[in-house]
Antibody
Framework: QVKLLQSGAALVKPGDSVKMSCKAS????????IHWVKQSHGKSLEWIGY????????NYNEKFKSKATLTVDKSSSTAYMEFSRLTSEDSAIYYC?????????????WGQGVMVTVSS | DIQMTQSPSSLSASLGDRVTITCRAS??????LTWFQQKPGKSPRRMIY???NLEDGVPSRFSGSRSGSDYSLTISSLESEDVADYHC?????????FGGGTKLELK
C-alpha cells in the first residue's frame, strides 16, 4: 500500500533552519511528483512547491521561494524540504503529498504531517 | 494567482440534512478542482477530483458539481462521521491554491 512517512515534530529557534523528510513506499517513487503543503492555524492550506523525483526539477510558490528548498534522494525514495530563517510565522504543520504528472489527479496520498514550532 | 473563495467558512447542520459547500474561482479552472475532507489531527483526504469524480471508497452521499466558476461539494444526507473541515484546491495553474476551508459541525 502507498505510504508517505514524514519525520517527527521539530522545535526550533527563530533564525534557525529545519529539514524534514517524506519517505515514499508502495509505489515507484519516480512515477509521481511530491508536493509540500503548509497548514497554519489548524485550518488554511498553502501550496509551497513540488519536486519531480525523476528529473529533480522544482517549482516553488513565489511566497516560499526564499524560504523552502526541495530535494530528493532517489536511492531511498525520500523527499526533503528545508525551511530556513524561521520565524514564528513558520510555526505550522507541513505535509507532503503526491500527484501524478497530470495535474488533475493530485494529492491522493498524504504524509501524516510534521508539526514545526518556532520558539526561543 | 487564482483566488478560491470558499463559503461558508463554518456550517452547523443536523443529521440527515443536505449540506452544500461552494468554492468560486477567480479565473477559469475548467474541472481542475479537488475537494478534501480533514478530521481533527489527521491529514486531508481526497473526496472528489476533477470537480465531479468520487474518490474510491468515498460514500455515495458525497458529490461534486460545477456551475460556471462555482464548484460545489454536496452531502446528500449528513452523517455524524462527516463532521470535519473541508477544503477545495485548484490545480490548473501554479501556484496551486486552496479555498479558505469550511468547518462542518453538528447542530
Amino acid at each position: 500500500q502507498v505510504k508517505l512517512l514524514q519525520s517527527g515534530a521539530a522545535l526550533v529557534k527563530p533564525g534557525d533552519s529545519v529539514k524534514m523528510s517524506c519517505k515514499a513506499s508502495g509505489y515507484t517513487f519516480t512515477d509521481y511528483i511530491i508536493h509540500w503543503v503548509k497548514q497554519s492555524h489548524g485550518k488554511s492550506l498553502e501550496w509551497i512547491g513540488y519536486i519531480n523525483p525523476y528529473s529533480g526539477g522544482t517549482n516553488y510558490n513565489e511566497k516560499f521561494k526564499s524560504k523552502a528548498t526541495l530535494t530528493v534522494d532517489k536511492s531511498s525514495s525520500t523527499a526533503y524540504m528545508e525551511f530556513s530563517r524561521l520565524t514564528s510565522e513558520d510555526s505550522a504543520i507541513y505535509y507532503c503529498a503526491r500527484s501524478s504528472y497530470y495535474s488533475g489527479d493530485n494529492f491522493d496520498y498524504w504524509g501524516q504531517g510534521v508539526m514545526v514550532t518556532v520558539s526561543s | 494567482d487564482i483566488q478560491m473563495t470558499q463559503s461558508p467558512s463554518s456550517l452547523s447542520a443536523s443529521l440527515g440534512d443536505r449540506v452544500t459547500i461552494t468554492c468560486r474561482a477567480s479565473q477559469d479552472i475548467g474541472n481542475y478542482l479537488t475537494w478534501f475532507q480533514q478530521k481533527p489531527g489527521k491529514s486531508p483526504r481526497r473526496m472528489i477530483y476533477g470537480a465531479t469524480n468520487l474518490e474510491d471508497g468515498v460514500p455515495s452521499r458525497f458529490s461534486g458539481s460545477r456551475s460556471g466558476s462555482d464548484y460545489s461539494l454536496t452531502i446528500s444526507s449528513l452523517e455524524s462521521e462527516d463532521v470535519a473541515d473541508y477544503h477545495c484546491l485548484q490545480s490548473i495553474q501554479y501556484p496551486w491554491t486552496f479555498g479558505g476551508g469550511t468547518k462542518l459541525e453538528l447542530k
